[in-house]
């Protein structure tokens, strides 16, 4: 069997394995999932009146604000689930299982990169709940076109895919799962600080920066567009910039911590 077949068969198996993991322990999934799906209906239906002011000042409908508060609601639920995969990397690195996987006889990469696409398929499965949700619930893109949908959804997968290298990293760097879930914490905490809830013009001004050179702010406002018709700008490039840059580094970085533990 040649090395790119045997990658892919190993591959599989491992990300098999990962989706049982996950269907076995299902309590860190409900948590992962039901975090944005809880703030979307805070937002909505206790904060929204307060919040929607700072889109045009106190005039915008609640239909408005649905519409302003999905995406970047989309793009915390793909924020949060990392956080599970660097927990998961982590209890294989303290029970001893990745020291088991590497007596045997598969391709190294396939133990890493099962996590990986394990990860992101739960990712994309929780935005598909919470985007069901979301329409329930009054959302409507109506002027989306099939190719801005399609556009919108592989954004989502590269967005996923960078941030699950980096939580692969975590968790392998992580002495123990309470840390990696700690150490996963800004995951979760950037889409808070982004333009998820409110411009970032009505931000204060010392905090506006914050909030603007981030990853998750181009990602949204570039998501935004594609379904919502506002402008994106430069946000499309910088959003694929900042997740070819995350992916390079996360797996760059999870690979040299994954071959200097010893055999």
Request: charged letters at 10%.
């Amino acid at each position: 069997m040649n090395p790119v077949s045997l990658a892919v068969r190993d591959s599989t198996t491992m990300l098999r394995r990962n989706l049982l993991h996950a269907r076995r322990y299902p309590s860190l999934t409900l948590n992962i999932l039901l975090t944005p799906i809880v703030l979307l209906l805070l937002f909505v239906y206790v904060f929204g009146g307060v919040m929607s002011a700072g889109i045009t000042g106190g005039g915008a409908e609640r239909s408005e604000y649905i519409a302003y508060l999905v995406p970047g609601i989309l793009l915390m639920t793909i924020g949060a689930t990392p956080a599970g995969t660097a927990i998961s990397v982590s209890m294989d690195m303290t029970e001893g299982i990745m020291a088991r996987f590497r007596t045997m006889a598969i391709h190294r990469g396939s133990v890493l990169i099962g996590h990986v696409i394990g990860s992101v398929l739960q990712a994309l499965i929780s935005v598909a709940l919470v985007g069901a949700v979301a329409v329930a619930i009054g959302f409507r893109s109506t002027d989306a076109t099939a190719l801005e949908w399609l556009a919108a959804f592989g954004l989502l997968a590269l967005v996923s895919v960078a941030f699950t290298w980096i939580a692969v990293g975590l968790g392998l760097a992580s002495p123990n799962a309470e840390a990696a879930s700690n150490n996963a914490l800004p995951l979760i905490i950037l889409p808070l600080i982004s333009s998820a809830f409110v411009p970032i013009d009505a931000m204060p001004g010392w905090f506006q920066p914050i909030a603007q050179y981030q990853p998750f702010t181009p990602a949204i406002e570039t998501l935004r567009g594609l379904l919502l018709g506002t402008e994106i700008g430069n946000n499309g490039w910088i959003t694929i910039v900042w997740c070819l840059a995350l992916t390079a580094l996360g797996c760059s970085w999870s690979t040299s911590l994954f071959s200097r533990e010893p055999k």
